[in-house]
């Protein structure tokens, strides 16, 4: 399959390219700044969302040209939270010319509280601590736009509260629209196990628009 990767070359992105590289797939890595070789496996492209729309539309058509499906792994610099929406919207609207289903990567902030089902993620101090909330609202708002987005064909993928580079066990548990936790109350991923993840729903889609993943406490790997 081509797969499309935006954010190719963050700690998300580029674990996606990786392991869709390693499964045999075609990966059309598009970020701000490319820095793969080109390859037989992976093509890197150009997709500037700060450059005039007509522009990054262009950019965006480019990128999803060959694509069976895409990825959407993007995370802000800090005080560019707001730039999230308006680039998911223009992927979703690329997406919907190209007809190409789209797996956002998106945050736990729109998650229900397990101590909680009244509560979301982002009004939980337990896991969303006062200096990730701009991410965790721009996580919130970006759902919103998929939902609200005429386009139909997308999935959204929240990580848990924490998500930093790691071991590919190439296990996790997957949930529904509550956040996962282990029995100490923690509730994380690893990168590397969440591209597998991303990638398993890419291969064989569930039919949810809304779900999440964390680490394995030793239970069979979700297929």
Not at 130 to 137: F, G, K, L, N
Not at 140 to 151: I, K
Request: negative net charge; aromatic residues 4%; charged residues 20%.
């Amino acid at each position: 399959m081509n797969i499309t990767v935006f954010g190719a070359t963050g700690m998300v992105g580029s674990r996606l390219v990786t392991e869709a590289v390693a499964r045999g797939h075609r990966v059309t890595a598009a970020s701000r700044h490319p820095d793969a070789a080109r390859s037989a496996a992976v093509i890197p492209v150009t997709v500037d969302a700060g450059a005039p729309a007509e522009q990054c539309d262009a950019a965006l058509d480019e990128a999803l040209g060959t694509a069976g499906a895409a990825l959407l792994a993007i995370r802000p610099a800090p005080g560019q939270e707001d730039s999230i929406a308006p680039l998911t919207s223009a992927v979703l609207d690329a997406a919907g010319r190209a007809g190409v289903r789209v797996l956002v990567i998106g945050g736990a902030g729109p998650l229900r509280s397990p101590r909680d089902p009244g509560l979301l993620v982002i009004d939980d101090p337990d896991h969303v601590p006062a200096a990730w909330r701009a991410v965790a609202e721009a996580s919130t708002t970006q759902l919103r736009t998929c939902h609200e987005h005429g386009y139909g064909d997308w999935a959204y993928l929240s990580p848990p509260s924490l998500l930093e580079p790691g071991i590919r066990t190439g296990t996790y548990r997957r949930g529904t629209t509550t956040l996962l936790t282990e029995p100490d109350g923690t509730s994380r991923i690893s990168a590397e196990d969440l591209a597998v993840a991303a990638l398993d729903e890419i291969e064989h889609p569930r039919g949810k628009r809304h779900f999440t993943v964390a680490r394995s406490r030793g239970e069979r790997p979700v297929r």
